[in-house]
């Protein structure tokens, strides 16, 4: 079944939803998201088909595909999956659908003019559509002209759809910013792919003498076997090209200060998209490219890459304790998070690469369920201050409890999928870098801090309601009824003050918020306490890195005199030797 392209179809029905969903005339609004979400949805039934059909103990990429596309430049449209790209598709896919439905009501209030939900539907999917090609590329030009891509209609999505209130200046602002942070890692990372691309030329690994080649397998072939003509200093440069690109996407510390702007001035749905979806490219081209092409000059700078990983992971806990803005709190709290992902790809150990690798998927998950609970509650009372709210357990007891939940799979409660993952970055990474992992940590500490302290304020004590001190529109929330929404109820599926914007009380989670948070949260529990499907599928693929940049697993310690069991060469604890 691998001859059927399964991975042209996965990333083409996005792209063909976009162009048909824009296409509809501009009064059908209704059937412009309807028919987005079908499309994704269809993109989730391939990508479980493509799922069904991995073998993970078969070749390490399947569904190959291969075409001729820029002779002339050795470049061609090459498509695969390994475990490590098809366990992300499987995430992109499954998060898009429910981000349709969370915001349906996005583009009540939108300016825009009569297309404005078109539009929305149509980024969305475009979004989607060249994330996918970046997961499934086998070919280096191909993964770049994707992964730079993606920036237009993310600038798009928070330029013009902001969060409800936000104001347009800053939520330009931040667009902006997001746009020149990785515009500037973009062009990075392309003048280390046309040096990589001399270098294939150099080396005779074209079909000529003067044509290098982008072909991602062929050039990793080279590396391994010694036969890529580059000197140290020269692979170092490239490597840094390839790395700071990743690390703006990602965000790694002292990269990120676009991100938290970026988050809070767009809406819920585009925030979840970028913290959720896009970001997860930075640190797949981590896994994938910086250490494969490059693992010599990867093993050079991973004690440099470890130390920022760190500080970003006490950094992130530490400020987002401080916050007073409940949407920012929880953008500091990914910065920490990717501060553990890119730990663990760097400890460069089968525990702390399959940790890192299911830590994608489980705080994209995580992240997806507080950031869009989050945005429901604001939704209600129009402000984004935590001071703004109180008692809302006692008025809203479902919107709390799923909050909870969500909030303790952040801080990586045991039982809940964050923690599996959490815990194998510290399994791997303690053997390389023991003090990383001990000061890393201190994150477990301050994340239960700000976790358990912002829940302490927002739904427990006494109901708190708008007063003068914290009118109803407080930090960009719009005043009752400014927005000229329709009657409370007149979509017949949320409460008054939900989808308007002009109530102010805080009421429980309705039908379709529901039909969201639920899948999130089932997710999280059961990949909490199984994750071992998961793990079957990465585990292959993180093997076949490690030996295809020369690592393997520190041997165990024996303390003099001692005895001490040996540990298996599996990330999930795997076959004994």
């Known amino acids: 079944m691998n001859d059927f392209p ?43 088909a493509v799922a069904v059909r991995f073998d993970p103990g078969g070749a390490q990429f399947q569904f190959v595909e291969s075409h001729t596309w820029i002779p002339a430049f050795g470049a061609g449209y090459r498509l695969g999956v ?21 915001g349906w009501h996005d583009t009540r209030t939108a300016s825009g003019g009569a297309r404005v939900t078109h539009t929305y539907a149509a980024l969305i999917l475009l979004v989607e559509a060249m994330v996918l090609v970046s997961f499934v590329s086998l070919d280096i030009l191909l993964f770049y002209v994707f992964f730079e891509a993606m920036l237009i209609p ?14 347009p200046a800053a939520r330009s602002r931040a667009a ?39 072909d991602f397998r062929l050039v990793v072939e080279a590396v391994a076997a010694g036969e890529l003509d580059a000197a140290p200093a020269v692979t170092h440069a490239l490597f840094l090209g390839f790395m700071v690109a990743f690390a703006v996407k990602a965000p790694l510390w002292p990269l990120h200060g676009w991100l938290p702007d970026a988050a809070v001035q767009t809406t819920p749905v585009s925030a ?66 990717f501060g553990f992902i890119v730990l663990g790809i760097f400890a460069m150990t089968s525990q702390g690469q399959t940790g890192s690798t299911l830590y994608m998927v489980n705080h994209g998950i995580s992240t997806a369920a507080l950031f869009l609970i989050a945005g429901f509650l604001v939704s209600r009372r129009g402000s984004r201050l935590i001071s703004a709210y109180g008692g809302v357990q006692k008025i809203a007891p479902v919107l709390a409890g799923t909050f909870l939940v969500a909030g303790l799979a952040t801080l990586s409660l045991p039982g809940l999928a964050p923690f599996v993952s959490e815990f194998l970055v510290f399994v791997g990474t303690y053997p ?34 708008p007063t003068s001190a914290d009118p109803p529109g407080a930090d960009g929330g719009d005043p009752p009824g400014a927005d000229g929404g329709d009657p409370p109820g007149a979509d017949g599926g949320d409460p008054p003050g939900v989808a308007d914007g002009r109530g102010n009380a805080v009421t429980d989670l309705v039908p379709r918020e529901i039909l969201v948070v639920a899948p999130l949260l089932a997710l999280l529990l059961v990949l909490g306490m199984f994750p071992r499907p998961v793990l079957d599928i990465i585990t292959p693929a993180v093997d076949h890195t490690l030996v295809t940049i020369g690592q393997h697993d ?23 030797r």
């Open 154 to 167: 993310m600038y798009f999505l928070i330029g013009g759809f902001g969060s409800r209130g936000s104001d």
């Open 176 to 214: 902006v910013k997001f746009l020149v942070y990785n515009l500037f890692g973009g062009l990075l990372m392309l003048a280390a792919v046309i040096g990589l691309y001399v270098i294939t030329a150099r080396s005779g690994l074209g079909e000529s003498d003067t044509v290098g080649t982008f």
């Open 554 to 576: 520190p041997e165990p310690v024996v303390p003099p005199g001692g005895l001490v069991a040996e540990s298996g060469t599996g990330a999930a604890g795997g076959a004994q």
């Open 82 to 102: 390994d475990g490590i790209a098809l366990v992300l598709v499987l995430l992109t896919t499954v998060l898009v659908p429910l981000l349709f439905v969370a």
């Open 272 to 337: 979840v998209l970028m913290m959720a979806v896009v970001d997860k490219v930075g640190t797949f081209g981590m896994l994938r490219y910086c250490l494969q092409l490059f693992p010599d000059a990867a093993a050079y700078f991973a004690p440099l890459i470890v130390t920022l990983a760190v500080i970003g992971i006490v950094y992130g806990a530490m400020v987002a304790i401080g916050q007073r803005d409940v949407m920012r709190l929880i953008a500091y709290t990914s910065i920490s998070h």
């Open 6 to 48: 399964w991975l042209t179809i996965l990333w083409v029905l996005p792209l063909v939803g976009a162009l048909v969903t824009w296409a509809l005339p501009p009064r059908m609004r209704d059937a412009a998201k309807v028919l987005a979400l079908v499309f994704a949805v269809a993109t989730l039934v391939v990508s479980i």
């Open 432 to 465: 390389r870098y023991g003090t990383a992992a001990i000061v890393a940590t201190l994150a477990l500490v301050l994340s239960a801090l700000y976790v358990l302290w912002l829940y302490q304020r927002m739904m427990g004590g006494p109901v708190t309601v």
